[in-house]
């Protein structure tokens, strides 16, 4: 009797340790940006979220180097080496994920609803990262662009700082020299694909109060917005208001007196040029945009996304999603680390990141444009679509080859072929 009551009880015991142990190796991994600043952020919060929850782990690694984080993460949940939660995911990229099935959408889980309120990002969510009635992205940083000004310059030449088309196209015929290398302001014309996001995408979402540009089924810019646009920007190539030169800081060197900025130049015109001195300003609207609506810009912005489909990873996933983003000191900290705005709707109004934005004026002119700030349009396609729209409507009406209504015509068309395919 005594013998059966050992083995019994070492098997019990047995099974205990097996349960526990398994319930102590569930763990998920969790990949973010390769950047430095991001690196020390997320290294400290992985091991605060490990040492408070010894049975939900969090396997934690930068996003392995490659040509590009996206490339890089298709490749391994192709061969099933990927992760499965992941942040530093654009909208275009989280479509190309989602029509592959790879995403889970987080408002099927308890308490999204909740989760949005508390972190104060339910605007921003619905009005910018839904697709087809889900959201499968919740973002963790917005980078709102917006004009520099030379402050300088304007208070010597007695001008406010420009509003609209006109008021730079004025600006201009009484500042703008070529030869002495004096620019109204630039405008980028390079080829890339991402630039059209800094001024076609930024400027369309200006005008059309925060309309997208295109949307999975069509092109949506060829109409009032888009043309004005298109019309200002051919007048500044034609009056040579704008450069077609590279120059490198050409704002900060006083070759162009305006120019669209993010955030991220600030602490670099700190260092490299202390003594340049700036007005930040929403983005330019052509002369009729009603004076009493506040002007939307473009957010260069990324989120966090759930890629495993194991239910019981699934559930430490959303575990740590709540933990992080409902916890407010992960966005002090965040702001604090990375310099980038968490987003959020409440920034100006929360004590909480007060302290920070007193010290950094610059940045809280940015949270000015916090609730305002749109991510680029959902599209899978978003590189083949920018690629095609440097092609047949950015650089024919920059170098004159076509008008902007035939560009705008042409690249609806182009551009509806590829949505189409």
């Not at 569930?26 to 997320?42: D, L, M, R, V, Y």
């Not at 610059?362 to 680029?376: I, M, N, R, T």
Request: with cysteine.
């Amino acid at each position: 009797m005594k013998k059966t009551l050992v083995v019994f009880m070492a098997m019990a015991l047995m099974m205990s340790v097996a349960v526990i142990s398994q319930t102590a190796t569930t763990a998920i991994e969790f990949w973010t940006a390769p950047n430095p600043f991001q690196e020390a952020f997320w290294s400290e919060v992985v091991k605060e979220w490990n040492n408070t929850h010894h049975d939900q782990q969090i396997k934690w690694q930068v996003i392995p180097a490659g040509n590009s984080s996206e490339e890089v993460i298709l490749t391994a949940l192709a061969t099933g080496t990927g992760p499965d939660l992941s942040t530093n995911i654009f909208t275009g990229f989280a479509a190309q994920l989602i029509e592959n099935d790879f995403l889970v959408p987080f408002n099927r889980f308890d308490g999204f609803d909740e989760l949005l309120k508390a972190r104060s990002m339910e605007n921003i969510v619905k009005n910018g990262w839904g697709f087809n009635g889900n959201y499968y992205v919740l973002p963790l940083y917005t980078n709102p662009m917006a004009y520099w000004w030379n402050k300088d310059v304007l208070d010597e030449l007695g001008i406010d700082v420009p509003k609209t088309y006109s008021d730079v196209l004025n600006l201009g015929a009484k500042y703008n020299n070529p030869t002495k290398q004096k620019y109204t302001i630039l405008t980028r014309h390079e080829p890339n694909w991402w630039d059209r996001w800094f001024d076609f995408c930024m400027s369309y979402q200006a005008n059309s109060g925060g309309k997208p540009y295109w949307d999975d089924k069509k092109v949506l810019f060829n109409d009032a917005h888009g043309l004005k646009y298109m019309e200002f920007i051919n007048q500044l190539f034609r009056k040579k208001y704008s450069p077609t030169e590279n120059f490198q800081d050409a704002l900060q060197k006083g070759i162009v007196l305006g120019s669209i900025e993010g955030p991220w130049g600030i602490n670099y015109t700190k260092e490299t040029y202390p003594e340049f001195n700036y007005v930040i300003a929403p983005p330019l609207v052509p002369d009729d945009y009603p004076a009493d609506q506040p002007i939307h810009t473009f957010a260069d912005t990324k989120g966090m996304v759930m890629l495993t489909k194991n239910k019981q990873k699934q559930e430490v996933a959303w575990n740590f999603i709540k933990w992080y983003y409902s916890d407010i000191k992960h966005d002090v900290k965040w702001l604090e680390k990375t310099n980038m705005l968490p987003s959020r709707e409440d920034v100006l109004a929360r004590k909480e990141f007060a302290e920070y934005l007193s010290a950094n004026p610059q940045l809280a002119e940015y949270a000015k444009l916090l609730p305002y700030s749109v991510p680029p349009a959902l599209n899978s396609k978003t590189i083949e679509l920018q690629t095609k729209m440097n092609e047949v409507l950015w650089e024919p009406v920059i170098y004159g080859k076509k008008a902007p209504v035939k560009a705008l015509n042409d690249a609806e068309k182009e551009l509806n072929k590829i949505i189409k395919q």
